[in-house]
């Protein structure tokens, strides 16, 4: 089991940034693909970015390449996300997910292993 824990959300201007954490307990976070998705209202959750368990390849989402990051650190278990030029379409709740299947796979679905409770990110005009 894995248990995840976002903070970082916020309300900011457009054109700022913000640096979301997702704090995973138990022993199996380093093996897993570590995502975030998020959730506007009225509209469904969507992929954002996603790492595998080495850090070794990151994925995005086409609408936030270049201006997010995605990162962790495995012996803090431990993932990031940091989201710069953000724009007022990036307004949604932020959800941490993780999976031990291939990322190549868990990008095209909703149906990860675990989840968090999900951050709010304003970004006001």
Known sequence: QVQLVETGGGLVQAGGSLRLSC??????????????????????????AAITWSGGST???????????????????????QMNTLKPEDSAVYYCAADQRDPVVLITTTRWAFWGQGTQVTVSS
Do not use: C, H
């Open 23 to 48: 704090a995973a307990s138990g022993r199996t976070f380093s093996s897993n693909t570590m995502g975030w998705y998020r959730q506007a209202p009225g509209k469904e959750r969507e992929f954002v």
């Open 59 to 81: 994925f995005y989402a086409d609408s936030v390449k270049g201006r997010f990051t995605i990162a962790r650190d495995n012996a803090k278990n431990t993932a990031y996300l």
